[in-house]
């Protein structure tokens, strides 16, 4: 089993930066991917970057040149540094660890971006 929590969200302005934190605990050498989504009122969830055991990251377009996914093994962290933020980054944005045979989620943080 895998737990995952989230941390770092808040209320920044249009510009700004924000850093999200993911700290993993349990069976972390199951571990294929860790991933960022988001989801923002009244529409699906998307994802947002993946980072592979491998350390290999992809983004989506939405975050591509603005946000990097990173991770710190000895904290068993990852990062999602977002620069530049745009009022549509505006979401509940979530961490998820994912294997073949799991997909584990945390609660979530809010990134609330001002225009």
């Known amino acids: 089993q895998v737990l995952v929590v989230e941390s770092g969200g808040g209320l920044v302005q249009t510009g700004g930066s924000l850093r999200l934190s993911c700290t993993a605990s349990?069976?972390?050498?199951?571990?294929?991917?860790m991933n960022w989504y988001r989801q923002a009122p009244g529409k699906q969830r998307e994802l947002v970057a993946t980072?592979?055991?491998?350390?290999?990251?992809n983004y989506a377009d939405s975050g591509k040149g603005r946000f990097t996914i990173s991770r710190d093994n000895a904290k068993n962290t990852v990062y999602l540094q977002m620069n530049s933020l745009k009022p549509e980054d505006t979401a509940v944005y979530y961490c998820?660890?994912?294997?073949?045979?799991?997909?584990?989620w945390g609660q979530g943080t809010q990134v609330t971006v001002s225009s």
């Open positions: 998820c660890a994912r294997s073949t045979f799991f997909a584990s």
């Open positions: 349990g069976s972390l050498f199951s571990i294929d991917t």
């Open positions: 980072i592979t055991s491998g350390g290999s990251t």
